[in-house]
């Protein structure tokens, strides 16, 4: 069975800090990975995802992730926090048979002072 | 104007009641998905529809009923709402023809209080 684990329920950082937001998965065959971000009120919005083409992946907002296949991670990373990137971040994986459902991480609450 | 749309966005009910939410969505999408969200849980999936004539449950479908009513609209119903139901539901679509990779577009969330 797929999992999704994210260390950290809470992550704080300065303004202009390095992010890190980490995930490792569990799964029996190739995954297919995604960072979605939550903003206060509002409902879920894809960052990036990895389907087994480039293993850096850039995303929106200046988000990347790497998928590291032999530490089954996928962490999250932006060089310098802004004040808007403060959300609620969730992994998530899908097996290769794309459209199943999706499953999430517990999420991690990312907040950014100035 | 949205591509996926859940109604209401707020509801307050009272124990022993019957409630549907609606998710409608314009991104012509043959999968949809409703959710609900825990704080310190994430998201778990409640049930999934691949068609309108195929409907499955997902890992907490218990109290929960759905109805896939055409392609573009998919009603999730709590048939007798108890406090622990109180939680935010999303409903999500994908289509893997034109993502090849189960990304899924998710509606603003319904917010549910059981009292």
């Known amino acids: 069975a797929q999992s999704v684990t994210q260390l950290g329920s809470h992550v704080s950082v300065s303004e202009g800090a390095l992010v890190l937001l980490r995930c490792n998965y569990s799964s029996s065959v190739p995954p297919y990975l995604f960072w979605y971000v939550q903003y206060p009120n509002q409902g879920l919005q894809l960052l990036l995802k990895y389907t087994s083409a480039a293993t850096l992946v850039k995303g929106i907002n200046g988000f990347e992730a790497e998928f590291k296949k032999s530490e089954t991670s996928f962490h999250l990373t932006k060089p310098s926090a802004h004040m808007s990137d403060a959300a609620e971040y969730f992994c998530a994986v899908s097996d290769n048979q794309a459209g199943t459902a999706l499953i999430f991480g517990k999420g991690t609450t990312l907040s950014v002072s100035s | 104007d949205a591509d996926v749309t859940q109604t209401p966005r707020n509801r307050i009910t009272k124990t022993g009641k019957r409630i549907m939410l609606e998710c409608s969505q314009t991104k012509g999408h043959d999968r949809m998905y409703w959710y609900r969200q825990d704080p310190g849980l994430g998201l778990r999936l409640i049930y999934y529809?691949?068609?309108?004539?195929?409907?499955n449950k997902g890992e907490i479908s218990d109290g929960y009923s759905v109805s896939r009513q055409a392609q573009a609209k998919f009603s999730l119903s709590l048939e007798s709402a108890i406090p622990n139901q109180t939680a935010l539901y999303f409903c999500?679509?994908?289509?893997?023809?034109?993502?090849?990779?189960?990304?899924?577009?998710f509606g603003p969330g319904t917010r549910l209080t059981v009292l």
């Open positions: 529809s691949f068609d309108v004539k195929d409907i």
């Open positions: 999500a679509t994908s289509d893997p023809g034109t993502s090849g990779s189960g990304e899924q577009f």
